[in-house]
């Protein structure tokens, strides 16, 4: 159990954004922060997964042409 007082703290925000009420005044709108894009939306790209397709299939050969030697 905590002894002494506590002190308020400010919610927390992910690096490179902001409060939506940051810095305006009252009464001034708000403005939403931009919906979060995860490592699946990144690895959906289509030159990114012709890459991975790419390399998955030069190791594939490589395996297959170790395995038959």
């Known amino acids: 159990m905590p002894t002494g007082p506590t002190v308020p703290t400010a919610p927390i925000v992910p690096a490179g ?10 009464g001034e709108g708000t403005q939403a922060l931009p919906e979060a894009r995860g490592c699946l ?5 289509p030159p990114l997964m012709l890459f991975l397709c790419v390399i998955g299939a030069l ?10 030697q």
Request: positive net charge; aromatic residues 8%; glycine residues 16%.
């Open 41 to 45: 939306f990144a690895l959906s790209q």
């Open 59 to 68: 190791l594939g050969a490589g395996a297959i042409y170790d395995l038959l």
């Open 17 to 26: 954004r902001t409060r939506p009420d940051a810095g305006r005044g009252p």
